[in-house]
């Protein structure tokens, strides 16, 4: 059974740098058929995408968000990280780790981790 | 575009069929994936493809699309799908992005 677990800081300061980490458990990360995902939630809101990460580094990031994100994976721990820099309070979300893939011709994620929720605050 | 476009919210009677929809100009092109959300707990996949449900989804559930709207229907809705309901795809620009839709809360009476 796949799973992935979320790990970090529950409390950012402004301006500061969001890390967190995605540790999977049940599949490995170098597998070509699947992407690693971030998403997060703020209060109130909706979903929002924030990219992904391919077994062989390459990266993929929202629009809004490449300027400011950046990810990355340890095979040898089977996880992967993301970083946010220059945190505001509009980056209080819970944050999800999700694998993802091509299913049916669309970009899907089938597992993911129970979230985990930052705080942007001073 | 990247934009899909939910309606905010949308009740059914128990026991009733409930579409709910997305728009957006990515899925003339792609098809949309749907996601259940409930409070506290991590989106569940439950369609992606032409109408594809992963193992362990109940077959109340069922997407379709036509032009550049994207349908999940309910038939027969219990009270435990009352949850919020999100379409996601790929963007339209062919750089393999992905957007979400919104989201629909779905309220059951």
């Known amino acids: 059974q796949v799973q992935l677990q979320e790990s970090g800081p529950g409390l950012v300061k402004p301006s500061e740098t969001l890390s967190l980490t995605c540790s999977v458990f049940?599949?490995?990360?170098?597998?070509?058929?699947?992407?690693w995902s971030w998403i997060r939630q703020s209060p109130g809101k909706g979903l929002e995408w924030m990219g992904y990460?391919?077994?062989?580094?390459?990266?993929n990031y929202s629009p809004s968000l490449r300027s400011r994100v950046s990810m990355s994976l340890d095979m040898s721990k089977n996880h992967f990280s993301m970083r946010l820099t220059s945190v505001t309070a509009a980056d209080t979300a819970v944050y999800y780790c999700?694998?993802?893939?091509?299913?049916?011709?669309?970009?899907?994620?089938?597992?993911w981790g129970q979230g985990i929720l930052v705080t942007v605050s001073s | 575009s990247s934009e899909l476009t939910q309606d905010p919210a949308v009740s059914v009677a128990l026991g009733q069929t409930v579409r709910i929809t997305c728009q957006g100009d990515?899925?003339?092109?792609?098809?949309a994936s749907w996601y259940q959300k409930k409070p506290g707990q991590a989106p569940i996949l439950i369609i992606y493809?032409?109408?594809n449900r992963p193992s362990g989804v109940p077959d109340r559930f069922s997407g379709s699309s036509s032009g550049n709207t994207a349908s999940l229907t309910i038939t027969g809705p219990q009270a435990e799908d009352e949850a919020d309901y999100y379409c996601?795809?790929?963007?339209?620009?062919?750089?393999?992005?992905?957007?979400f839709g919104g989201g629909t809360k779905l309220t059951v009476l």
């Open positions: 999700a694998r993802s893939g091509f299913l049916g011709g669309s970009i899907v994620s089938d597992y």
């Open positions: 049940g599949a490995s990360l170098s597998n070509f058929t699947h992407y």
């Open positions: 990460i391919y077994y062989s580094g390459t990266t």
């Open positions: 990515s899925l003339r092109n792609y098809f």
């Open positions: 493809g032409e109408n």
């Open positions: 996601s795809s790929r963007d339209s620009g062919g750089n393999h992005l992905v957007v």
